[in-house]
């Protein structure tokens, strides 16, 4: 697999797809498939917001030597955060 096609696959359209099954009303058992992917969910957006800083094409979303220990601590603490739940 190569980056992008992971870039697309661990995104934030993939988890809010997760988030619309799990709440979905229509299907009740489609719902009940997803009902324990809420750890994917958060993984997947923490990917993208990994994905979207490595990436940044304007300044205020890119990485520079001024704001990276800022965007590194708080990704580091949301994916500690994530995986010790």
Do not use: H, P
Request: charged share 30%; glycine share 4%; with cysteine.
């Amino acid at each position: 697999m190569n980056v992008s096609l992971a870039a697309q696959v661990l995104s934030k359209s993939v988890a809010d797809l997760f988030r619309y099954y799990i709440t979905q009303t229509e299907d009740a058992a489609l719902a009940l498939r997803f009902k324990d992917t809420e750890g994917t969910e958060e993984i997947f957006r923490l990917i993208n917001d990994v994905f979207d800083i490595m990436n940044g094409r304007c300044r205020k979303d890119a990485i520079s030597r001024d704001d990276w220990e800022g965007k590194k601590r708080r990704t580091v603490q949301n994916f500690i955060a994530i995986m010790s739940k």
